[in-house]
């Protein structure tokens, strides 16, 4: 025979419970877009006056973990990679990086294609 200090308490827990289970689904938000990486560290960096070679080195590691993830990096980081390159004198590279960042965010091709023209000779 249940006593009525039970019957209540457990009125009580169900809608606790409830109340818990609709928490955890909120908890898990929506996958992101991009592979952020330490892209903002690296923005930093740069403004800071860090090494322009470290700098694309842990870019470079964000660019293959991103692609490992299957994401894609975030808008203008290709842009600034090639600009990175541009300052340590590998144009080549900084011509791909524009490329790629052009094809990814045709929001960029204006500027992209500047950069490019300027560069390519």
Known sequence: MRTAAVVQGQRRLVPALAFAA???GCASGPEPLY?????????YAHLQG??????IEAMKRDASKADARGKIAPP????????????TGHDAEAISCFEKEKALFPES???MDF??????R
Not at 50 to 55: F, G, H, Y
Not at 115 to 120: D, E, G, M, P, Q
């Open 22 to 24: 609709f928490l955890s």
């Open 35 to 43: 592979h952020w990486g330490s892209y903002e560290e690296q923005i």
């Open 50 to 55: 860090e090494s322009r070679e470290a700098q």
């Open 76 to 87: 203008g980081f290709y842009a600034h990679l090639g600009l990175l390159y541009v300052e």
């Open 109 to 111: 091709i204006v500027f």
């Open 115 to 120: 950069l490019l023209n300027k560069y390519r």
